[in-house]
C-alpha cells in the first residue's frame, strides 16, 4: 500500500521571526499596545522608518552595521518601556554569522555615509571655501565704501572752506592794489548805501570845501563796524555781514572795528594796516589821507 506522504512536500519555512519571545515581535506589539505608528516612533527616536520596519521584522540584511542596529534596538525598547537587556540579548541570539563577520571586516563602512569628521592622525573639519570668499568679499566692500564715504565728506569740507579763503584773499589783495570798493552802490544824493542797506555816509561831492577820502573795506565775516567822519556824520554803524563797503566823507575818520582779523581796509587806495591799532582783536582809533 502506498501512501502519499503530503508533510514531505511541505516546503520549511523559517519562522522563527514570529516567534512570540523575538525581540522583533515584542517591540511590535509594545509599539503597537501603545497605539504608536512606525512614523511616531522615527520622530521621537530619530531612526529611519525603514529601519524600524527591519528591526521588528528582524531583518538584519536591511540594518547598518551590527553595532548601529544594537543601539537602535536598545534605545527603541526603552522608548516602549521595555527591558533592553532581554532584547538586545535576543538581539545577539538571532543576529546571523555572516553578518558578524561581514561587519568585522568593514570596520569602515559606517563613517562613510556620515562624511563630517574623519580621523586621520587628528579631527579634521570641513569649511565652505565659497561661504569664507563670500565674509571676505562682504567686509572688503564695506571698508571701501566707508572709505569712500569719508573721502567724499572731507573733500566737500575742504572745498567749501577752500573756496570762501580763496575768495576771501583774492578780493582783499584786488582791493589793497587797486582800492576798489565791491557791491557798493553810491547814490547821487550823496549817501553811499552798501549791499547790506546799513551804510549811511556822505556823498563824494560837494559837502565842503575839505578834500574829502573814500575808504573801501572788506568784511569776510559778521563784523562790528562804526565810521563817522570829521563833520560828526556817521557813514556806518553796527553789525555788518560779508561783503565790501566803499564810503566817502570828511577825514579824519574815527572808526571802530571788532574783531579786525575779518576786515582790510584801504585809505584812498592805500591799505592800511588795522593790526597796528588793534588791543584785543579790536581796533578804535582815527585815521587820515
Do not use: C
Not at 576771501?168 to 549791499?195: F, M, Y
Amino acid at each position: 500500500m502506498e501512501i502519499d506522504n503530503k508533510e514531505s512536500s511541505t516546503p520549511n519555512f523559517d519562522t522563527s521571526n514570529q516567534n512570540v519571545g523575538s525581540f522583533g515581535n515584542r517591540l511590535k506589539q509594545a509599539r503597537i499596545n501603545k497605539d504608536l505608528t512606525l512614523d511616531d516612533v522615527a520622530g521621537e527616536l530619530f531612526i529611519l522608518r525603514r529601519h524600524l520596519e527591519a528591526i521588528e521584522a528582524e531583518d538584519f540584511k536591511e540594518l547598518p552595521q551590527m553595532a548601529f542596529a544594537r543601539g537602535f534596538v536598545i534605545n527603541y525598547a526603552k522608548f516602549l518601556g521595555l527591558d533592553p537587556d532581554q532584547i538586545v540579548e535576543s538581539f545577539n541570539r538571532n543576529y546571523p554569522d555572516e553578518l558578524k563577520r561581514k561587519s568585522v571586516d568593514d570596520i569602515e563602512s559606517p563613517l562613510k555615509p556620515m562624511g563630517t569628521l574623519q580621523r586621520e592622525g587628528g579631527r579634521s573639519i570641513r569649511i565652505n571655501p565659497l561661504l569664507v570668499l563670500g565674509v571676505i568679499a562682504l567686509i572688503i566692500l564695506a571698508v571701501f565704501l566707508i572709505r569712500m564715504v569719508t573721502k567724499a565728506q572731507d573733500a566737500t569740507t575742504t572745498n567749501v572752506q577752500g573756496d570762501d579763503i580763496s575768495l576771501a584773499d583774492e578780493l582783499s589783495d584786488r582791493e589793497q592794489s587797486a582800492g576798489a570798493a565791491i557791491n557798493t552802490a553810491v547814490v547821487s544824493s550823496g549817501d553811499a548805501l552798501s549791499n547790506s542797506g546799513s551804510a549811511i555816509g556822505v556823498g563824494a561831492e560837494g559837502v565842503s570845501n575839505a578834500a574829502p577820502a573814500t575808504l573801501d573795506f572788506w568784511i569776510q565775516g559778521n563784523t562790528q563796524l562804526s565810521v563817522v567822519d570829521a563833520s560828526g556824520q556817521t557813514l556806518i554803524s553796527g553789525e555788518q555781514p560779508r561783503g565790501g563797503y566803499k564810503l566817502s566823507g570828511q577825514p579824519p575818520f574815527k572808526i571802530q572795528v571788532n574783531p579786525v582779523a575779518n576786515v582790510a581796509l584801504n585809505l584812498n587806495g592805500t591799505p592800511i594796516q588795522l593790526n597796528d591799532y588793534a588791543q584785543n582783536g579790536a581796533a578804535d582809533f582815527s585815521i587820515a589821507p
